[in-house]
Nanobody, 122 residues
Framework: QVQLVESGGGLVQAGGSLRLSCAAS????????MGWFRQAPGKEREFVAA????????NYADSVKGRFTISRDGAKNTMYLQMNSLKPEDTAVYYC???????????????WGQGTQVTVSS
């Protein structure tokens, strides 16, 4: 019923860039906010960024502000995370998430994807 598929992860050197994508299929939702979380080994999953259905509202973790940009293409039901100036501490599995609002997706997402690995070498 609900499917979230991340892609775009990989290995990049510090200072480089990657763009993650999340393709969503959520038939029961008319509109929904989307977001990105990440989890490094031995650490708790942490919020990265979120975006409203319209794209007019975004929210970013302080650690990625100015470096990451979240966006979405409603026609394609796809969310993107453009990651620039990557740092080794950005290394983690990045997960796509969905909820009814930006606030909700930033705190308690209703659905998760399987994740895509991002590795940043120093």
């Amino acid at each position: 019923q609900v499917q979230l598929v991340e892609s775009g992860g990989g290995l990049v050197q510090a200072g480089g860039s990657l763009r993650l994508s999340c393709a969503a299929s959520i038939p029961t939702f008319r509109t929904y906010a989307m977001g990105w979380f990440r989890q490094a080994p031995g650490k708790e999953r942490e919020f990265v960024a979120a975006i409203s259905w319209s794209g007019g509202t975004t929210n970013y973790a302080d650690s990625v502000k100015g470096r990451f940009t979240i966006s979405r293409d409603g026609a394609k039901n796809t969310m993107y995370l453009q990651m620039n100036s990557l740092k080794p501490e950005d290394t983690a599995v990045y997960y796509c998430a969905v909820a009814q609002s930006v606030v909700a997706v930033s705190r308690t997402p209703g659905y998760w994807g399987q994740g895509t690995q991002v590795t940043v070498s120093s």
